[in-house]
Antibody, heavy 119, light 110 residues
Framework: QVQVQESGPGLVKPSETLSLTCSVS??????????WGWIRQPPGKGLEWIGS???????YYNPSLKSRVTISVDTSKNQFSLKLSSVTAADTAVYYC???????????WGQGTLVTVSS | NFMLTQPHSVSESPGKTVTISCTGSSGSIASNYVQWYQQRPGSAPTTVIYEDNQRPSGVPDRFSGSIDSSSNSASLTISGLKTEDEADYYCQSFDSSIWVFGGGTKLTVL
């Protein structure tokens, strides 16, 4: 059973960089069948796909966030990471990591981690 | 950019049937699979329909999905509504290396 788990600071100051890591267990992040993605959900609002990465390092970003997002993978640690720069209060959200296929579902999700942007 | 539009909320009584729509902004929604997720408060989303109309194991057959190419929309139908079905539901699809979620529909069972 694949499990994914987010970790990182719960509080980030405005204008700084949000950094989160997703640890994958019960399966290899190097599987050729899957992508690994970040999704966020502001309080009381809907889901927003942030971006995804393939084990080879190919990245895909939401056009609305592309200029501020970097996703990377560390296959040796079975982890992938998110960096979101120049954050504002609008970036306050629960951040989820998840496994997904190219054309079908996000099937394994982390429990989510709340990141608050505040001074 | 490709977008998916859902009604903000729907409500129905226990035992009845409800359908939630998801309309694509451009192209053909039938070109790529549509998934549906259920999210209860405080929890991560879970898949109730994948690849347009497939149910993961453990999801009751009261949940079904369909595609209507004429209206460029997907639908999630829940029959025999139960109070436990009350949740937020999101459609999701893929287009040109972008993964997209609909805005979500709050289902109230009253």
């Amino acid at each position: 059973q694949v499990q994914v788990q987010e970790s990182g600071p719960g509080l980030v100051k405005p204008s700084e960089t949000l950094s989160l890591t997703c640890s994958v267990s019960g399966g290899s992040i190097s599987s050729s069948s899957y992508y690994w993605g970040w999704i966020r959900q502001p309080p009381g609002k809907g889901l927003e796909w942030i971006g995804s990465i393939y084990y080879s390092g190919s990245t895909y970003y939401n056009p609305s966030l592309k200029s501020r997002v970097t996703i990377s993978v560390d296959t040796s640690k079975n982890q992938f990471s998110l960096k979101l720069s120049s954050v504002t209060a609008a970036d306050t959200a629960v951040y989820y990591c998840a496994r997904h296929s190219r054309v079908a579902s996000f099937d394994y999700w982390g429990q989510g981690t709340l990141v608050t942007v505040s001074s | 950019n490709f977008m998916l539009t859902q009604p903000h909320s729907v409500s129905e009584s226990p035992g009845k049937t409800v359908t939630i729509s998801c309309t694509g902004s451009s192209g053909s929604i039938a070109s790529n699979y549509v998934q549906w997720y259920q999210q209860r408060p405080g929890s991560a989303p879970t898949t109730v329909i994948y690849e347009d109309n497939q149910r993961p194991s453990g999801v009751p057959d009261r949940f079904s999905g369909s595609i209507d190419s004429s209206s460029n929309s997907a639908s999630l139908t829940i029959s025999g509504l139960k109070t436990e079905d009350e949740a937020d539901y999101y459609c999701q699809s893929f287009d040109s290396s972008i993964w997209v979620f609909g805005g979500g529909t709050k289902l109230t069972v009253l």
